[in-house]
């Protein structure tokens, strides 16, 4: 089993919609949690990051973090075609430079 | 802020010869730099971690005389990629961190390397 498990999709949504993307993990280590965008051939940038439960929202974006299920959540309001890209959860211990990514969510927002 | 530049963004090598991809923390001071290796369609494959001044730490099974790591200073980290053959041909990646930054890693663009 996978420390991080994440659906890889394709997802197509139409625009406008709410976008859920959900990654689960089973290192209770586990304590910094972040999402990124990364379009193709790009290197990812960096959206959100939390340290350990709760949520944090961030202009469209909301991030939620259940460490007893260990479940984190990106949450894309109003989705705009810019939107479209592959979305990639990471996670790490305290003290652990190494980044544990998911395999990433292949996001597509129709017109 | 936070801004990480890689160079160059694409070459074509002949297979045997010798490249290098620097990348370099714009606005900050990088005291830990991280290359990737990333497969079309796959997520990032950690390839080794540097800290300026000292010797870089590879993963299992990636090939330190292979993929050489220099982290000369604070804002800048080589790999040079060593007798290249096809079968590196990828797409490159490091990432930098900043002190005190808690454990947040600011990519770079990439590099498509194809070795021909």
């Known amino acids: 089993q996978k420390e991080v498990e994440q659906d890889p999709g394709p997802l197509s949504v139409p625009e406008g919609a709410i976008v859920s993307l959900n990654c689960t993990y089973s ?17 990812p940038e960096l959206l959100m990051y939390t340290y350990s439960s709760g949520n944090k929202e961030d202009g469209r974006f909301t991030a939620q973090v259940d460490k007893s299920s260990k479940y984190i959540s990106l949450f894309i309001r109003d989705s705009q075609p810019s939107d479209s890209a592959t979305y990639l959860c990471a996670m790490t211990a305290r003290g652990n430079e190494k980044l544990t990514f998911g395999t990433g969510t292949r996001l597509t927002i129709i017109p | 802020g936070a801004v990480v530049s890689q160079h160059p963004s694409r070459v074509i090598c002949k297979s045997g010869t010798s490249v290098k991809i620097e990348c370099r923390s714009l606005d900050f001071q990088a005291t830990t730099m991280f290359w990737y290796r990333q497969f079309p369609k796959q997520s990032l494959m950690l390839m080794a971690t540097s800290n300026e001044g000292s010797k870089a730490t590879y993963e299992q099974g990636v090939e330190k005389d292979k993929f050489l790591i220099n982290h000369a200073s604070l804002t800048l980290s080589t790999l040079t990629v ?7 041909s990828s797409f490159y990646i490091c990432s ?3 002190q005190g930054w808690g454990e947040t890693q600011y990519f770079g663009p990439g590099t498509r390397l194809l070795v021909l």
């Open chain 1, 27 to 43: 290192n209770s280590a586990f304590q910094y949690f972040m999402w990124y965008r990364q379009y193709s051939r790009k290197g």
């Open chain 2, 82 to 88: 060593t007798s290249a053959h096809p079968e590196d």
């Open chain 2, 96 to 98: 930098a961190k900043g």
